[in-house]
């Protein structure tokens, strides 16, 4: 939030792009050097498996730590470049929790924007993958009332940028403001499991706002490429062409996926209340999912008290699903084959729950922010719920209480 | 009767304060082509959501100092935004790349340079240093 045009940082910058050279000053050049940062810390009463606010975090709290850093901490520094009015440029990096347990930064978002008119912008590079509601600015905690987005919803979209192209078109009448916002590149989500990589991912986002009002409808496809499960659908493909059939209609390699987004903001300034609804749909094991949530919280000074709820469902029903027909195999084959149908049927099972929150965001000075919230979390009954690392004695349609008090700061 | 004076006592001097507190104004050079903007225009300026000026130009808004109460009250006024909603605000656009905060200056002399330097520049300050340089936007 620091602006530093003074002709120091100018003549670093030219250092730094020229390399030393006798450039001179470009008119309007400014640099800007702006940070981020949550330190949160969270419990969960479920021993027997981890909580965690990310697919790509590989341990979270419960089972792995009784008290977790790696679930919402995270710092980003990000530098922003004006050349001319027109164009500018952004890289950010950020270190947080990855799939491999280190906290190595990696670069978040780098592109470059220019602005054909003020209201019609292309960015290239690496960029937002602006899906849901909060997709820009969930990682800055400051930004936001909740400790994080509400997993129910956000957990279907691991991947948060994208390689590629955007560009935003925004058209205003009188005090209202409608916004198109489309995209296209390829992107992926490094996850424990392995790599899940989106291929041809496009999407249109339409932002219609009204005073403090808020409504936006997006649509956006992706392929997907994910290696990490070819070894065990080619098992199945060894059975012949049951299955091959299984593993066609199961296996989440060059598969696709589409989905459907809602979002409501309404913000009148001493309260605010949001909500946001996805449907995404695979073609795989992950099936067809269903999920949304709604947020509302009032100002009190410094205080910012605040409730949400969040549910997901699986459309599609997998229970009837029976594997491979086993009966006329070779017993040594029936064995096999009833061990892989019972991974599949492990794949198969829905992950549905829903969770309540309760919270509140202290604004205790200038630029920090102090949140306490607490989620109960309740599984489905024939679902373990959103988790990692499993234990065996964990129940389904369990019921855990997680607490979260974290701590963020913008520069 | 006791009662009733203080209360009388207590409610002329709120009304003293209030009459007291600074009554901020959003500005532009008297040079300006703008002569009027409506407080909603002025607001989605200062917010980012605005870029154009109603005769095509670049609007260039000029904020005060962060914890000045000029700069609170103009907020307030304007757009409805406490100093933290206005934070919060910033740090959904800034950590995307999606906009930058208006340009801040120190104080209400400075806003007027800014203003005499830029003619589609718009600031604010407190009505008592409105000059002849200066249009008030109303």
């Known amino acids: 939030m620091h602006r530093h045009t003074t002709p120091r940082y100018c003549a670093l910058a030219l250092l730094l792009a020229s390399g030393g050279g006798h450039a001179a000053e470009p ?7 702006d940070a981020y940062g949550t330190l949160g810390a969270v419990h969960s009463s479920e021993d027997d498996a981890d909580f ?12 792995h730590d009784d008290v977790a850093l790696g679930i919402d901490s995270r710092v980003g520094l990000q530098l922003t470049a004006t050349f001319t009015p ?4 952004v890289v950010q990096v950020i270190s947080e929790h990855q799939h491999d347990g280190t906290f190595s930064p990696i670069v978040e978002w780098a592109n470059v924007k220019y602005e054909v ?19 820009e600015y969930r990682k800055v905690g400051y930004a936001n009332h909740w400790v994080r987005a509400p997993v129910e919803v956000y957990h279907l979209l691991p991947v948060t940028n994208n390689d590629g192209v955007d560009i935003s078109y925004r058209i205003p009448f009188g005090d209202h403001g409608y916004t198109l916002l489309a995209y296209y590149g390829s992107n992926d989500a490094r996850l424990p499991s392995g790599k899940v990589e989106g291929d041809g991912s496009r999407g249109i986002i339409n932002t219609l706002e009204f005073g403090p009002t808020l409504l936006r409808l997006g649509f956006t496809y992706s392929g997907l490429q994910a290696g990490a499960l070819n070894g065990f659908f080619d098992l199945f493909r060894g059975f012949g062409p049951q299955g091959q059939a299984l593993a066609a209609r199961y296996d989440l390699n060059d598969k696709a996926a589409k989905s459907i987004v809602l979002g409501l903001n309404h913000d009148p300034g001493p309260w605010f209340a949001m909500a946001e609804w996805i449907r995404i ?13 709604v947020s509302s919280g009032v100002r009190l000074g410094r ?3 605040y409730i949400t709820y969040s549910r997901k469902d699986s459309v599609e029903d997998f229970s009837r699903e029976r594997g491979l027909d086993i009966a006329g195999l070779p017993p040594p084959l029936q064995d096999f084959g009833m061990g892989l149908n019972a991974g599949l049927a492990g794949f198969l099972r829905p992950t549905d729950s829903a969770t309540v929150s309760a919270g509140t965001r202290w604004d205790f000075a200038g630029h920090f922010s102090f949140t306490l919230q607490v989620d109960h979390v309740h599984a489905d009954d024939d679902s373990f719920g959103m988790v990692a690392n499993r234990q065996p004695g964990l129940m389904p349609g369990g019921r855990t209480n997680v607490a979260t008090a974290s701590f963020s700061f913008v520069y | 009767m006791k009662i009733s004076l203080v209360l009388l006592i207590a409610w002329l001097m709120a009304l003293n304060s209030d009459g007291a507190s600074a009554e901020v104004v959003a500005v532009v050079s008297a040079q300006s082509t703008i002569t009027a903007l ?17 005769g095509g130009g670049t609007a260039v808004p000029i904020d005060q100092a962060e914890d000045s109460p000029e700069r609170e009250e103009f907020y307030v006024r304007y757009a409805g935004r406490t100093p933290v909603e206005m934070k919060m605000h910033w740090s959904k656009l800034i950590f995307t790349g999606r906009g930058q905060p208006p340009r801040q200056v120190r104080d209400a002399e400075a806003v007027k340079a800014a203003l005499a330097a830029q003619p589609n520049a718009i600031g604010y300050l407190d009505r008592r240093y409105v000059d002849e340089s200066l249009t008030v936007l109303e």
């Open chain 1, 27 to 33: 008119e309007g050049f400014s640099l800007e050097l």
């Open chain 1, 52 to 63: 965690i606010a990310d697919l790509k975090q590989p341990d979270g709290a419960g089972f």
């Open chain 1, 86 to 89: 027109r164009l500018s440029s």
């Open chain 1, 117 to 135: 008119t003020p209201e019609f912008s292309l960015r290239a590079g690496r960029i937002v993958l602006p899906i849901l509601m909060t997709s």
């Open chain 1, 281 to 293: 749909e695979t073609d795989s094991f992950i099936g067809t999912n269903r999920a949304w949530y």
């Open chain 1, 303 to 305: 205080a910012t008290p």
């Open chain 2, 38 to 54: 409506s407080p909603t225009e002025i607001a989605d300026i200062f917010l980012g959501k605005r870029a154009r000026l109603p």
